[in-house]
């Protein structure tokens, strides 16, 4: 069944229903079921998004198995870890208080997905579940009206809200591994025998001791980690993580979700590096995990580029700037360092810097010390906050500016 006959039997669904979704609200809805820890049946969120129906004659008929037509596809977008909004979903990058008018595809979208979201009792879930559940919830509000918009944008809304719609994958697939997967990874038949076989042919105690070095080593960022986090990878690329494996899903590993412990290691393993002055070894380590999953989820490209300022790596560094072609803080600051270095007090430089104002106001008085950050960050941040400027700090921020001569002067200098 075509895309088009799919969307048109599902509308001609909807009128006949009490409660006559929307068709975004409908899609939202559908994919928001997609990130419940339990499967819903059909029986139970039908009469949710659609209040009565009673479809009679045959014609009708076929309108339900387009709408289950709809549903198997948002779930093997779960499963292939596309999470995407529909197209239709835009934000007008002139002013994004037109596209949450009541009438537009993305607000309706955003509500689909957080009235499938109520389906969650929260009370059964684990702190990183209602976090992830918490912060996924807090993106797609943001975006169900022009009033909710204003309450979290605040200045800088038009950067925000760009920035906001552009993370929202990476809050929508944070959710889905917490609540469906991190406590249950999910094998194909042919890998789970693998996997057992050399990897999970443990006794329990020894897995709970696995579990727990894993979290511990994520946790140290010192040299003598780098002997437990290669122990751990030893045993895993043992198991399921074959070179041929690693070959024949090279570029979509972090959809994945058995993978994740392991990208998560060579990930931290990177840092370490980084962090005590091995930058081409974490280089190299990044690049790998890129290759891995372009996408990106783990933002393993923040370091990167700190990496290749650090070293000189201008060309590359250009080349990685072009394939993240993001209005992201780290992209901004990137740019702004590289054409410093190009131009030195130019104007191709000051527009960047000027940019980097915009998007964080207390990105120049952190760097140059004027003020101040808390020793303990909360794990996220929304863009313009001091968090964000913590977060780039924590990818060797000050390092990279620290590595390009009278840079921080020039940053300060109004």
Known sequence: MSPTKIRNNVIKLSELSTKQPNY?????????????????PPSEWQPDLFGDINPQKESELKYLESLMALYNQSMDKVI????????????SKQDYRESLKPNMPLPNYCKGVLQALKHINKRALNALQKQAVDSLSGVLKA?????????VFGEFAQYNAQEYKRNYVYFMADAIFELRFSNDLTLSDEDEVEFND???????????ELDELLELVLADTELKALEPIQMLLDIMESGLMTKQFIKDNTGHFWGLHETRPYMMLRAHRAKIHALHGYTQKAQSELEELLKLNPNDNQANRFLLMNCLIIDKQWEKLEALLTDFDFQELHTTASRALSAFV???????????KKMLQQQNKHFTKILTG???LKEQQPPYFSPGSKEEVAVYLDSLGKQ?????????FWLRKK
């Open 370 to 372: 004027q003020e101040k």
């Open 143 to 151: 975006f169900t009206s022009e009033k909710a918009a204003a309450k």
């Open 24 to 40: 975004y609200f409908i899609q939202g809805y559908l994919m928001g079921l997609g990130a419940l820890p339990q499967l819903l």
């Open 198 to 208: 050399s990897f999970l042919d443990e006794e329990p105690g020894e897995l709970d």
């Open 342 to 352: 190009k131009h030195g007090d130019s104007k191709p430089a000051n527009d960047y």
């Open 400 to 408: 990279a500016w620290i590595s390009v001569p009278a840079s921080l």
């Open 80 to 91: 292939q870890n596309e999470l995407k909004m529909p197209a239709k979903c835009s934000l």
